[in-house]
């Protein structure tokens, strides 16, 4: 860990005499920490924090009990993010092949080299993890509104566009509804840990405590279907045990149970058989129409279908699963960032910038990708050290924690991000380099 760096960068201005505090600044106290209200966004968690500090140095984050979306909730990933603040293996200045470069010159030659790509009809993609920052949108709408010819692919390493897809079919809205679990007192889920990073299970933890108090006059009752015990499952009422690939049988079984009862068109063409745990969890719902919520763990389309026409059989939309507030995480276009690969290949892509993502590392076709970009006029990386996605140039982003930023992680719901230390090494916040290279700073 660079705990020296860490020392120096937790003062405004460098320490010339070591001597006591003639005057003391007024926000620092030794031995006394101060707290600061920022938030964690990586691409798949997100979390409004606390960040605890001492002398300047941040040294614990806990969840801020004052957000209304997560209320608190955080994960043990999330709790970590602090050590990777020290991490001594993070780059420490901007990079051309591997070798230490001034970012004034990095930023003169991507520049001509974006120019040189939009003059000669080409493609440049920036490849991301899904976007939720207002800010970071307008300065990326910004860049491609310069060069003309930059395309913006969202990719996610854990990916639910199957929701979105189903959603599309049934609503015909791209959506992934918030949903409410305080509200819930009928709670089904089919292979789904929404307690322990199921899509926005920083989120749910809370409600689903609130629904499950004993003091409540209706306390809610959880029916899990599963194969390997999970956190969800160890704090379900009735947990039944199937296989993995039982799971999309058990979401057609359940839904063909309701849809009989309430005198709706069934799925598929054979008969499924209604085991016992299935009616035991589908009368339970019926009993609580419009206070049940019904979750799946699949990333299918077809499932996550079936999914959605029961709440909607249930009338829980509008209730347990809020359309009014979406949530914005996990836009990532599989299908765009898996013919990446390919359009490289073509020569219909020549430029390439990475950021917050490693799709060489978590793309199921990352080798092909790797390939690919051996023959690009221009790779660039954002990432904070060098990964499995080799670029030309790696200009390291801030870590979050020495961060500005805003997110919008639940539609009309906005959290700051606000940096608690100054920046350790000679890195750059990504937002700043579309900034710069668009001539704006």
Known sequence: ?????????ACETPVTKAIPYVVKPETITPGVPNYYASAYYDGKDFASLSVKTREGRPIKVKGNTHCSITHGGTNARIQASVLSLYDGKRAKSALKEGQPIAWSEADKEIITSLQQIADSGKKT??????IV???TKRAIAQFAEVYGNIEHISYDAVSWRSIRDAHREVMGKSIIPHLDFSKAKSIVSIGADFLNGWLFSTAYEHGYAEGRNPDNPHMSRHFQFETVM????????????????EHGAAVVAL????ASKLGQAKAGNAEVAFSEDIVRAGDHLLSNKGKGLVVCGLNDKHAQGLVARINQMLGNYGHTLRTDHTVNLYQGNDAAAAKLAGRIAQG???GLI??????VYSMPNGAELAEAMKGLSLSVSFADRVEETQTQYLLPDHHSLESWNDHEAVTGRYTIQQPTIHPLFDTRQAQENFLVWTGQV
Not at 1 to 9: N, P, R
């Open 230 to 245: 999970s956190l969800a499952g160890a704090n379900a009422d009735y947990r039944t045990m199937i296989k993995a690939s």
């Open 125 to 130: 993609v920036l490849l991301s993890h899904s």
């Open 255 to 258: 839904h063909n149970y309701i």
């Open 354 to 359: 990475v950021y917050g993502c490693n799709p």
């Open 133 to 135: 920052s207002p800010s």
């Open 348 to 350: 219909e892509v020549a």
């Open 1 to 9: 860990f660079s705990v020296t760096a860490a020392t120096l960068a």
